[in-house]
Structure formats: C-alpha cells, structure tokens
C-alpha cells in the first residue's frame, strides 16, 4: 500500500483537460511543498513533469501544472495528447525515515 | 549529457547478497543527492534509498537494516548493497540524481538510468 494515494485510473478526450489527485497527511504533503509529479511510458524510465508543487523542469510542456491545497496535490494536464497516455505517479517530501513516498500511479487513458 | 549507468542486477537465492552500482557523467557528482527507485514489473514505483550530497542516508522500512547505500565522489558512482534479499525485492532498480543541486532533497528527479533487473529467486 503506498504512502500517498492516487485514483487509479482516469480518462479523457483529446483537447480536453484532466486533473490527478494525490492525497497525503500532514507528514507530507501537507506540511511540506516539495511534490513531485512523474509521467511514465511503458517500458520506459519516469519523467519529471513537476517539482516543488508547481515548478516545471525545462523542456517540459507548460500543458502540464501542479497545484496544492492542505494535504492534496494535484496535476492538471491541459489540451489532452494522444501521447499523454501514460501512467503518472507523484511523490512527496516526508518527515518520516524514508524521506520521500509515492503515490500508487494513475493510469491516463486519453480516448 | 547526464548520464547514469547501473550494473550489477541478476539473479541471487532468497536471502543471498546483490551489490547495485551506478556510474555518473555530465555533471558534478558530489553536489547532488542521489537515489535508488525500483519498480515491480507492471506495478508501481517504490521508493528504496536516498543519499544526500553530504553522505545522510534514508530509507524506507521495507529495506531498511538490509540494504545500505552509499557513494565515492572520487569515481561518481553510488552503490547499493542488498542484502538478506527476498522474492518482495524482485524488480528493476533505477539510479536516479536529484534536479537540484545543493540543497534539500525532496523527491525531484530528473535523470534516471535505463535500470537493472533484481531477480530473487530459488
């Protein structure tokens, strides 16, 4: 079981915007702003999309932005691509020993 | 051009020893902290040690007491040693570096290795 939870799978059509979320506790997410948002192709190591709750790397697509409120973050992915089919995980700060926690993955179906 | 490249994945018995490493290019080692991500073929990513540009280390309970990470700036390259290893730990590990430099670590990677296969099996 992970130590952030996120829904399992969600959908959407081309050009349409959709947005994940990954719920945490006051170890986490809700007391820190250091979440991250990876997308991840089969097959394929994960990609930062998002850092610091809502700083994007550079190169990557400003479709993509992250938010926080309390204990929940969230990923928007404006425009929907075919290619944004992907699984995508977040990840968090935490004051426990482990440091940092994930999410389960969300799995984008774009139909 | 950061590169990392893991070695050292295989197959090992249920409670046999594996030593993991990663060799870094393209930016200056020692500045940043650097991690070890596994991944359960078709499941999730799972969190498995951190290494801090000073040397602290962090794990999560899953492997800790069990598995020890470390590094030599001098060769750019962080280990992981796992060891008492069971068929849980079956997966394919990644190398990961830190986005930022110098300072607190908080999750961001931005560069991963193609990862290696840990199979643990009898």
């Known amino acids: 079981q992970s130590a952030l939870t996120q829904p399992a799978s969600v959908s959407g059509s081309p050009g349409q915007s959709i947005t994940i979320s990954c719920t945490g506790t006051?170890?986490?997410?809700?007391?820190?702003?250091?979440v991250s948002w990876y997308q991840q192709h089969p097959g394929r190591a994960p990609k930062l999309l998002i850092f610091?709750?809502?700083s994007r790397p550079s190169g990557v697509s400003n479709r993509f932005s992250g938010s926080k409120s309390g204990n929940m973050a969230s990923l928007t992915i404006s425009g929907l691509q075919t290619e944004d089919e992907a699984d995508y995980y977040c990840?968090?700060?935490?004051?426990?020993?482990?440091?940092?926690?994930f999410g389960g993955g969300t799995r984008l179906t774009v139909l | 051009e950061v590169q990392l490249l893991e070695s050292g994945g295989g197959l090992v018995h249920p409670g046999g020893s594996l030593r993991l490493s990663c060799v870094s290019s393209?930016?200056?080692?020692?500045?940043?902290?650097m991690a070890w991500v596994r991944q359960i073929p078709g499941k999730g990513l799972g969190w498995v040690s951190t290494?801090?540009?000073?040397?602290?280390?962090y794990y999560p309970d899953s492997v800790k007491g069990r598995f020890t990470v470390s590094r030599d700036n001098s060769k750019s390259t962080v280990f992981l040693q796992m060891d008492r290893l069971t068929a849980e730990d079956t997966a394919v590990y990644y190398c990961?570096?830190?986005?930022?430099?110098?300072?607190?670590?908080?999750?961001?990677?931005?560069?991963w290795g193609q990862g290696t296969l840990v199979t643990v099996s009898s």
């Open positions: 990961a570096r830190a986005a930022k430099a110098d300072t607190i670590f908080g999750g961001e990677v931005e560069y």
């Open positions: 393209g930016f200056t080692f020692s500045r940043y902290a």
């Open positions: 290494i801090s540009s000073p040397g602290s280390t």
């Open positions: 006051y170890s986490d997410i809700g007391d820190y702003n250091y």
């Open positions: 610091d709750v809502s």
């Open positions: 990840s968090s700060y935490s004051s426990t020993s482990t440091l940092v926690v």
